[in-house]
């Protein structure tokens, strides 16, 4: 074991939450390093060096494993997955059925949640808002207010910021830049050096 869940508890939404203690140097961890906050075992897995920090909370039948990294005041809920080297830090949620891993980062107030996926080098930042069953990976770069939902794709070296709102089954790849308060949806293929 890797890990035990102290004493040390807090009432979130009404779900009891418990201070984690490291048993054993492990990745950056060393022994009898404070963690962050679990609900019970099944959160986060004694195996590999995957972590909690800070004020982080990890509940419902989330499952942190791997190497992943959670990090801030980040919450982790629902039923989502986050594993490999992803890492989530600040006020970003994962919520749903969510899946984010590889090296996926999520920041920020950025919420990842429903069926969404995030994986490769993806990084999700500012109030980016990822749902549905929206696919982000390669080295995309979704930022400021965007919100991507629906069935849409976004990957390659894609950036999406500002307002922007990509849904339906669109998707966007390549090295296109969307920005500003554009809507795209339908079918709609964005590619190349694509500026929108």
Sequence with gaps: MKYE??????????????KIKALRNFG??????????IEKEKNLSQDDNAWVSGDARVYDNARISGDA??????????????????RISGDARVSGDARVYDNARISGDAWIYDNARVYD?????GDAWISGDAWIYGDARISGNAWIYDNAQIYGDARISGDAR???????????RISGDARISGNAWISGDTWV
Aim: hydrophobic share 40%.
């Design 121 to 125: 080098n993806a990084r999700i930042s």
């Design 69 to 86: 990294w959670i990090s801030g005041d980040a919450q982790i809920y629902g039923d989502a997955r986050i594993s490999g080297d992803a």
């Design 5 to 18: 869940i102290t004493k040390e508890n807090k009432i979130l939404f009404g779900i009891k939450l418990f």
């Design 166 to 176: 990509i849904y339906d089954n669109a998707q966007i790849y390549g090295d296109a």
């Design 28 to 37: 950056n961890i060393k022994i009898n390093d404070l963690g962050g906050w």
